[in-house]
């Protein structure tokens, strides 16, 4: 068994903040970091986005993690962690001591329920690299879900030069988050730009056709050189859940970023943890919240005692048109848009019971700090005080 400080399981985006959060307080102790995929740590949100249209190279991704005493096994899963004598046990084999450890372990893409032929479900640098080279030889893909990577991965792939068709089955681009005015808008936007968007279809079934892939949705059929997926993520709770600490939803952490086992942290798209803005449990899969709370964790893990209280943002690319948000974006909620150019630049605000839970900043910059201090005043709104509140 190999003794360490520090253990980090995954090397994603919370992983190599932990690292720094750690060294910010500890210089020394020795750190271990396993992570599944081949890559150093590198950031996810330019998959979708600047490494498509060259603003970005794959080198630029990389997140600098080493220094002495920091050890990083790659290509190396974590099956086994037991929290009585504090090891954890690779699937070479190998076993590692730790005196804390931190689960960092993200979340792995949700499937198809049914045979997928090969369909790339768009996560990990290695997902990007190799719809790139499909996007180098093939000419037309088909795009499953119009979240936020889905929606994402279209228009790259569309800016890229492809042919792209969206199959989802809400109704329209976003729909679960956007007012229904701009998710149709959206669908405007994608079409204008030789997107086939086809909202309101749910896929059941994909078959080999020659070289090509025929994608049916029950009324449609759609045939691609290939298909990519974007259809969520199922947090990887399973080894926190085989040492019997708490889950719902993601690994339940207290304010610390403790799970039940005091020496045991967790951190980024994992985690579940209490918001007081919000007074609600949240388990977000936003950059922000990986880099932020990635932090808090190995400060916490190296000594400290930090409460993690951030509000995150997030942000989304789309041809030429980017927001920002902070809070609960639901576009069930009570929605006040006060638009300065119809969806092209405003603010979405989200209300509950009168009280703003959500801000979405459409192409509207600087202003994250008045949104979330909007969001935690918790006091009552009239949409007339809100036309108007907020703007770049
Ligand atoms: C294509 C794409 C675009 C995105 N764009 C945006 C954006 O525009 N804005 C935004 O705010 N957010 C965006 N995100 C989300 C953001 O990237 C995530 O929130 C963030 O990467 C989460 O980091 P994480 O470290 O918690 O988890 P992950 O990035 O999932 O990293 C976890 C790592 O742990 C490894 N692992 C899991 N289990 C084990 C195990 N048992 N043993 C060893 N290793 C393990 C995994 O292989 C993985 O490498 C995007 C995500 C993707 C995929």
Known sequence: MKPHKYVIVGGGMAAAAAVGGIREVDPHGSIAVICAEKHAPYDRPPLSKALWTGQKTVAALSRDVA????????????????????????????????????????????????????????????DYLRLRELADGGASFAVIGGGFIGSEIAAALAMYGK?????????GIGARIYPRGLSAFLDAYFRERSVTVL????VSGLRRDGARIALSTGTTEVSADAVVAGIGIVP??????????????????????????????????????YSPVLDRRLRLEHEDNANTMGGVAGRNMAGRT???????????DLFDLGYEAVGELDSRLDVVEDWKEPFRKGVVYYLREGRVRGVLLWNTWGQIEAATAMIASKAPRSRAQLVGAISD
């Open 67 to 126: 220094g002495p005493g920091v050890e990083l096994h790659l290509g190396k899963r974590v099956v086994a962690l037991d929290a009585a004598k504090k090891t954890v046990t690779d699937d070479a084999g190998n076993v590692h001591g730790w005196e804390k450890l931190l689960l960092a372990t993200g979340g792995a893409p949700r499937r198809l329920p049914f045979a997928d032929e090969g369909t790339i479900y768009f996560r990990t640098l290695d």
């Open 163 to 171: 042919r792209v068709t969206m199959v989802f089955p809400e109704e």
């Open 199 to 202: 909202p309101g279809q749910s």
């Open 236 to 273: 990887e709770v399973g080894l926190a859940q085989s040492a019997g600490l708490a889950v719902d939803n993601g690994i339940v952490v207290d304010e610390y970023l403790r799970t039940g086992h005091p020496d045991i942290l967790a951190a980024g798209d994992v985690a579940s943890f």
């Open 306 to 316: 930090e409460p993690y209280h951030h509000l995150p943002f997030f942000y989304s």
